[in-house]
């Protein structure tokens, strides 16, 4: 079974572009959480999806937001980017939603914000 | 408010060593989970365990094992005769219930580096 997988692994923008992180869930997962990782702040939590609706957002601005198509695969979007949205974005999915599913993450995708 | 602390930043071992990552969390949930991950250089996340508010057994896996304590709020995670292999970062986890939904949201403590030199 092929795990979860994020694309791009790797994206360069400038300061004021906007940005879409797409990430395909493990085949037969309906739930997808983001998250940012960065030196400073560790990980922390962006959004969870579960049946393309947004259960849970965490505390980032909103020019962070996502979505999730009805096949479960997940997208998000940084607008108006600032070098503080350099990071790691970690997308990972789980069978169902909650605490008591284990969630499975991609490689991420590495931003970088000049 | 929710929290985990791993206060151990960076621990360095050599090879055979026995390690323990510790782990303390905040909750004031009746019912929630704690999970430990590992990150190696690669930089994928790799789950290692996940264990519920009502099971306080310890568990072992090979050379991996965890101690749950809810009297002190703490889920350690040892590994035994440790190896170069073994060298990553590990972060503990928590999630919990937000009004009477059951969260996937994972709150993660900063992390313990461990690194095992030959």
């Known amino acids: 079974k092929a795990g979860v997988t994020q694309t791009p692994r790797y994206l360069i923008k400038t300061r004021g572009q906007q940005v879409t992180l797409s990430c395909s869930p493990i085949s037969g997962h309906r739930s997808v959480s983001w998250y940012q990782q960065t030196p400073g702040q560790g990980l922390q939590f962006l959004f969870e999806y579960f049946s393309e609706t947004q259960r849970n957002k965490g505390n980032f601005p909103g020019r962070f937001s996502g979505r999730q198509f009805s096949n479960s695969r997940s997208e998000m979007n940084v607008s108006t980017l600032e070098l503080g949205d350099s990071a790691l974005y970690l997308c990972?999915?789980?069978f169902g939603a909650g605490g008591n599913n284990e969630q499975f993450f991609g490689p991420g995708t590495r931003l970088t914000v000049l | 408010a929710q929290k985990v602390t791993q206060a151990q930043t960076e621990i360095s071992v050599v090879e055979k060593e026995d390690v323990t990552l510790d782990c303390v969390y905040e909750t004031r949930d009746t019912t929630y989970y704690l999970f430990w991950y590992k990150q190696p250089p690669s930089g994928d996340l790799v789950f290692l365990i996940r264990r519920n508010s009502f099971d306080e057994q310890n568990e072992i896996s090979g050379r991996y094992s965890w101690n749950f304590q809810k009297s002190t709020s703490s889920f350690n995670f040892t590994i035994t005769a440790s190896q170069v292999v073994d060298s990553a970062v590990y972060f503990c986890a928590l999630s919990f219930s937000i009004g009477s939904s059951n969260t996937g949201k994972l709150i993660f403590g900063q992390g313990t580096t461990l690194q095992v030199k030959p």
């Open positions: 990972a999915s789980s």
